[in-house]
């Protein structure tokens, strides 16, 4: 069973996908802050990351970029959510983000995340080969 991180700090969303992820046959850790995600993925080494942008003690940005310079956990693929406009989803795709994904269509149709899990998850396992 794959492994994924959810870092999210609105306890509400954190559940609500948590519940979808796992659903979905997913096994779900989660963090509610940046500086617990980054523990997380290194502890757990997790088959993907979904990271939220605005977190409490770690920005996401600062996390991603945490994340891509660790060679432990620089391979992890992540999905960047966010309720920010798609800005900055070039910067983000550039510092290693896999995907950016916008919260406000997700949460209307949670499968739009599971596909973007799945895909990542596909890329990754091609990688790998």
């Given at each position: 069973?794959e492994?994924?991180?959810?870092?999210?700090?609105s306890?509400?969303?954190r559940?609500?996908?948590?519940?979808?992820?796992?659903?979905?046959?997913?096994?779900?850790?989660?963090?509610?802050d940046?500086e617990?995600?980054?523990?997380?993925?290194?502890?757990?080494?997790?088959?993907?990351?979904?990271?939220?942008?605005l977190l409490?003690?770690?920005?996401?940005?600062?996390?991603?970029?945490?994340?891509?310079?660790?060679?432990?956990?620089a391979?992890?693929?992540v999905?960047?959510?966010?309720?920010?406009?798609?800005?900055?989803?070039?910067?983000?795709l550039q510092?290693?983000a896999?995907?950016f994904?916008?919260?406000?269509?997700?949460?209307?149709?949670?499968?739009?995340?599971?596909?973007?899990?799945?895909t990542?998850?596909?890329k990754?396992?091609?990688s790998?080969?």
């Amino acid at each position: 069973m794959e492994t994924i991180l959810l870092v999210e700090d609105s306890k509400f969303l954190r559940i609500a996908t948590e519940r979808a992820i796992t659903k979905a046959g997913y096994q779900v850790i989660s963090a509610g802050d940046g500086e617990e995600a980054v523990a997380q993925a290194t502890a757990k080494l997790p088959d993907l990351v979904i990271l939220d942008m605005l977190l409490p003690k770690l920005s996401g940005p600062a996390v991603l970029q945490k994340l891509k310079a660790n060679p432990v956990t620089a391979r992890i693929p992540v999905l960047v959510l966010s309720s920010l406009s798609q800005k900055n989803e070039e910067k983000l795709l550039q510092e290693g983000a896999t995907a950016f994904l916008e919260k406000g269509p997700l949460l209307e149709n949670p499968s739009l995340l599971l596909k973007a899990i799945k895909t990542a998850l596909t890329k990754k396992a091609a990688s790998a080969r």
